[in-house]
């Protein structure tokens, strides 16, 4: 099996968005609402809005194929603070996971934000993903506040910012 490591273009738009359903209701069901998946779903994964992100300068989207088929993707983009990247998004298709491919993508993304400069790599989990807060915390983040965002239509992301310290 290979591992392939890739920029998303514009043709990986409606495949990006697809494996995003997919992960969210595997993860979310129990966590947040039906109503609340739906409604980011709606917001973060139109098609205009991805392929508007796919063209700022400071953000990156990257896919992992394996053998040819998507099996994950992360997008990061520098933060207002200097020294800073945020890990945005990153999902891994729920029967590849376990299987490295979100730490392969989190070492690519940390590679990229040294690149960049930074010296810290954030990103915001959901205070109720226990899952994915053990995988952070397995990679080296640590919680570094406790947020609660109102994100519209009487919707709140309750999450943890979590930090890790790059070398």
Known sequence: MSLKISPVT???VEAIAALAHIVWQDTYPGIITQA???????Q???PRRLLGELAMPDVWWDK???DGELVAFTSSLLTATPGEMKLDRIYVDPTRQRLGLGGRL???VAQRALAQGCQTL???????NERAIAAYRKHGFVVRQAVCV???NDFVMD?????RLLR
């Open 10 to 12: 514009d043709a990986d």
């Open 122 to 128: 954030i990103l915001a989990v959901n205070k109720r």
């Open 159 to 163: 999450d943890f910012i979590m930090a």
């Open 150 to 152: 109102d994100i519209g």
């Open 36 to 42: 609340q998946i739906d409604f980011m779903l709606e």
């Open 106 to 108: 989190i070492a690519h």
């Open 44 to 46: 973060r994964y139109d």
């Open 64 to 66: 992992a194929t394996l």
